[in-house]
Every structure is written in C-alpha cells, then in structure tokens.
C-alpha cells in the first residue's frame, strides 16, 4: 500500500490542523493505521492509532482532548484532526500502516509498521 499524508501547514497556538493520509495499490480496510511525529532532533515518536473498523483506543497522553483520529474505509484515508495546537506539537506527522493487530506492546513500535507515506510539515508558532 502506498501512503501519501497532506494538510500540514503553520498555525498559531490555540489554531486547528486536520491531516489526512490517502491509501492506494492495497486493501485498506485490511489495515491498522497510525500517525507519527518527528521534531528536528527526535525520534519518530506515536500519536495515535486506529483499528480496521474505525475505534481508536491508542493516543498518546499529550494529545488526549485535543487530537482525533478517524478514518473513511470507502474513501481510503485517515484523517488526524488536531486541536488546540502547542508549539511543541511541531513536527513533520507521518502517517503508517501495518496488517499486524494493534497492541498495546507494540503499537507505538515504529516497527510495527510496514508502510510509511512522506510525511507533511506541522508548524506551530507561539
């Protein structure tokens, strides 16, 4: 499956971005998504997760009340939408997939993933 992620851009603090990851050349109901960040300097680090039909019980504490994950199985995508934005949310946001079944041992394991798009830039400014 191929991955291709849009809807980056710079915000101010407080400001809302919604991300989406368009799926192609696979099943994509077959997949588990995730998105991912990476700051300048850090690690790739998980976001957020969701299962094949849509629930998303896996989020990292920092974006709990403020992001949401959804996807659209006709429609071949994820979208990510992020509220509340803080300049540490900074990041260039990768969106993944896998056809292994999400646990909390390994969902957060960049490893995990077999499929990664390009990612796409998350500017906030203070």
């Known amino acids: 499956v191929q991955l291709q992620a849009s809807g980056g851009g710079w915000v101010q603090t407080g400001g809302s971005l919604r991300l989406s990851c368009a799926a192609s050349?696979?099943?994509?109901?077959?997949?588990?998504m995730a998105w991912f960040r990476q700051a300048p300097g850090k690690e790739r680090e998980f976001v957020a997760a969701?299962?094949?039909?849509?629930?998303?019980?896996y989020k990292v504490n920092d974006v709990k009340g403020r992001f949401t994950m959804s996807r659209d199985n006709a429609k071949n995508m994820v979208c990510l939408q992020m509220n509340n934005l803080r300049p540490e949310d900074t990041a260039v946001y990768y969106c993944?997939?896998?056809?292994?079944?999400?646990?909390?041992?390994?969902?957060?394991?960049?490893?995990?993933?077999?499929?990664w798009g390009q990612g796409t830039q998350v500017t906030v400014s203070s």
């Open positions: 993944a997939a896998t056809t292994r079944p999400l646990a909390i041992a390994v969902v957060t394991n960049t490893r995990t993933y077999a499929y």
């Open positions: 050349g696979g099943t994509f109901s077959s997949y588990y």
């Open positions: 969701i299962t094949k039909s849509g629930s998303s019980p």
